[in-house]
């Protein structure tokens, strides 16, 4: 049985908040100044609320700050621009230089990604038309049990099973945590980059 994927940017580095996030499949450092500068920019720039009313583009305003502790949602958006949330970056002792960073694949069973991470689209397809005909289910939640019962459970990539609402969740395979590392190293060169509306000179 293959384990969960794991991209370790810092692999001499001894992870001391892993312990309490052992689902963690991102682990690497961050600068303290680079972290808090993105905590500064991602509110004016690439926060998900800043989309409007109209939505964005895949890759736009696809964040969200939280504080408890210190870290980000991250908010993937569909083709058609709707936000659905996908991972957390957690930073639980932000006050050390570099920051231990760790990001968690979180996806539910309603959200867009679920299907994402199945390698067997034939086998899913298959298992969902049985349980639709056996079961009279609507052939979404056919799809997320197949899923479940074939691959997410047998794989190890269920992290919780459905609940009374019928939502269950998952973390991600290794194409899901590279789509995530690269998301976030791409907002941390933003926010680099960028000039902050406190750094314009506003001396006539």
């Known amino acids: 049985m293959k384990p969960r994927s794991v991209i370790n940017l810092a692999p001499q580095h001894k992870f001391q908040g892993l312990a309490d996030l052992p689902e963690a499949q ?3 450092l961050a600068p303290r100044g680079i972290w808090l500068r993105t905590r500064t920019y991602v509110p004016q720039f690439e926060a998900v609320h800043l989309a409007g009313r109209f939505g964005a583009d895949p890759g736009d305003y696809e ?3 939280i504080d408890q502790p210190q870290g980000f949602k991250w908010w993937r958006r569909t083709a058609l621009g709707d936000a659905a949330y996908c991972a957390a970056i957690i930073a639980p002792a932000a006050q050390s230089d570099p920051i ?9 069973s309603d959200s867009p990604w679920w299907l994402d991470a199945v390698e067997n689209d034939g086998l899913i397809q298959g298992r969902s038309a049985a349980l639709v005909r056996q079961r009279a289910m609507p052939l979404e939640e056919a799809r997320v049990l197949a899923s479940i019962e074939e691959e997410y459970r047998p794989r190890q990539l269920l992290t ?10 998952r973390v991600g395979d290794m194409a899901e945590v ?3 590392k690269d998301a976030l190293i791409g907002l941390f060169s ?3 980059a960028v000039v902050l509306p406190e ?6």
């Not at 750094?199 to 006539?204: A, Y």
């Open 178 to 180: 590279t789509r995530l």
């Open 190 to 192: 933003r926010a680099r």
């Open 26 to 28: 991102l682990l690497m």
């Open 160 to 169: 919780a099973e459905a609940d009374e609402n019928g939502i269950a969740w």
């Open 100 to 108: 231990e960073v760790f990001g968690l694949i979180d996806i539910a």
């Open 63 to 65: 964040w969200e700050p």
């Open 199 to 204: 750094e314009v000179d506003h001396k006539p």
